[in-house]
């Protein structure tokens, strides 16, 4: 008997297989309906993406105490998104903003830290801001410079990379 073992087109890895690697995107809120663009558009390209939520929602309904609580909580959960073991990397949606080229605030450079320091790949939408060219390049940030399908060809790689150390039984 062989122990050849012989795989169908049906037992090849699906985007569905990937589905446990994912990409967290972040980016001032100011973005948001850029980032549900960018979060379409990854997953038309077989890319799970995650987003922030909305942390605007209804300003009316929140006194600045309860708004404050409220944004934390936002920012906990978007943090923990970060550092799950299933993230790839961060995708920073880093558009221009009030005059300043590509704009991150200090709560998105907060969950680039967070991506850093969990060793999760750092991806710039646009070019890397001279405000942190020294710590983006020192941690190895890739600007895309609006290439989003360079992004979804290392995110396929890794995850060809993770599938081919599965271990399949011997027969």
């Not at 941690?139 to 150390?165: F, K």
Request: charged letters at 20%.
């Amino acid at each position: 008997m062989s122990s050849a073992v012989s795989l169908r087109h049906d037992d090849l890895p699906t985007a569905d297989h990937f589905a446990a690697k994912r990409v967290v995107v972040c980016g001032s809120m100011a973005f948001a309906a850029q980032i549900r663009l960018i979060k379409d558009q990854l997953d038309t390209l077989n890319v799970r993406a995650v987003v922030p939520d909305d942390v605007d929602g209804d300003l009316k309904l929140y006194d600045t105490g309860s708004y404050l609580a409220f944004k934390k909580a936002v920012s906990v959960a978007h943090i923990n998104k970060i550092k799950d073991p299933r993230t790839y990397a961060v995708l920073v949606a880093n558009f221009d903003k009030n005059g300043i080229y590509g704009y991150v605030g200090a709560n998105t450079f907060a969950e680039i830290s967070v991506a850093f320091s969990s060793r999760k790949k750092i991806f710039l939408l646009s070019e890397i801001p001279s405000q942190y060219a020294d710590e983006l390049t020192a941690w190895g940030a890739i600007a895309l410079n609006g290439d989003i399908p360079r992004l979804v060809r290392m995110y396929e790689q890794s995850c060809r990379h993770a599938t081919a150390q599965l271990r399949f039984p011997q027969f």
